[in-house]
C-alpha cells in the first residue's frame, strides 16, 4: 500500500536540461516537502508546502522550483540542471497540526545530472 | 532556524549489544523529534517519536530519551540484531508547519 509515489527512480539528465520531479500522496495531507540527501550531510529541506498553491522555501531553494496545483501532487523543478544537483531527492508528505505520524516518504528519486 | 547535530556518523557493535545514537538541537519550539529508519536502497520509515512533554518512550528493543533543558535527545537500540543494520536519522521541529530539520544520519553496522 504505497501511500508516497514519486515518478521516478533513477534519473540521468543533461547539464542545462529542465527537470521535472513529481510527487504523489494519496493521504489527504496537507503538507508537502522536498529534499535533497547527500552522505555526510543528512536531508536538507529544498521547498515545502502547506497548502494547494502554497509554497515555501526551505535551506537550500537555491536551481529549484516548486508546483501544487493540486493536494496530492507536489513537483519538483530544476529550471537548468547542473552537476551538483546530481544526488537522492526525497518527497514527503505530512497531516496538519500536531505531526502525530512524522513524515511519510516516498522511495526517492535518484537524479544524474551529466 | 533548527540546527539538528547527531553523533556518530558511524557505529559498529556487535550482535547483542546496544547501540545510542545522540542528537542535539537549537530551537527550543521544537516540540517533536521523530527517528528514522533508512535500509540500502529504501526510504527513510518512522521507528519511533517523542513529544516534548515526555520524557522517554520505549517500544521493544528501542526507547528514545528527550532531555528538552539541555536540548538532546538519544536513540537507544538493545540486544542488537544484523537486521538492525542501516543509517538512523533523528529529526526535531514540528513548530512551523510540521516542518522537521535532520541530523546528518549515522550508519549503524551489527556484526553478527
Known amino acids: 500500500d504505497v501511500k508516497v509515489t514519486q515518478s521516478s527512480r533513477y534519473l540521468v539528465k543533461r547539464t542545462g536540461e529542465k527537470v521535472f520531479l513529481e510527487c504523489v500522496q494519496d493521504m489527504d495531507h496537507e503538507n508537502m516537502f522536498w529534499y535533497r540527501q547527500d552522505p555526510g550531510l543528512g536531508l536538507r529541506l529544498i521547498y515545502f508546502?502547506?497548502?494547494?498553491?502554497?509554497?515555501e522555501k526551505g535551506d537550500i531553494p537555491e536551481g529549484y522550483s516548486v508546483s501544487r496545483e493540486k493536494k496530492e501532487r507536489f513537483s519538483l523543478i530544476l529550471e537548468s540542471a547542473s552537476t551538483n544537483q546530481t544526488s537522492m531527492y526525497l518527497c514527503?508528505?505530512?497531516?496538519f497540526g500536531e505531526g502525530e505520524d512524522g513524515y511519510t516518504f516516498g522511495s526517492g528519486t535518484r537524479l544524474t545530472v551529466v | 532556524g533548527e540546527n539538528v547535530e547527531q553523533h556518530p556518523s558511524t557505529l559498529s557493535v556487535q550482535e547483542g549489544d546496544s547501540a545510542v545514537i545522540k542528537c542535539t538541537y537549537s530551537?527550543?519550539?521544537?516540540?517533536?523529534f521523530p527517528w528514522y529508519k533508512q535500509e540500502l536502497g529504501k526510504r527513510p520509515q518512522l521507528i519511533i517519536d517523542?513529544?516534548?512533554?515526555?520524557g522517554e518512550k520505549k517500544d521493544q528493543r528501542i526507547a528514545v530519551t528527550l532531555n528538552k533543558t539541555a536540548k538532546h535527545f538519544s536513540l537507544h537500540i538493545t540486544e542488537t540484531q544484523p537486521e538492525d543494520s542501516a543509517v538512523y536519522f533523528c529529526a526535531g521541529g514540528g513548530s512551523n508547519f510540521n516542518k522537521f530539520y535532520f541530523g546528518s544520519g549515522t550508519k549503524l553496522n551489527v556484526k553478527p
Open positions: 508546502s502547506y497548502d494547494v498553491k502554497m509554497k
Open positions: 517523542i513529544r516534548s512533554n515526555v
Open positions: 514527503a508528505s505530512s497531516s
Open positions: 530551537d527550543s519550539a521544537s516540540n517533536y
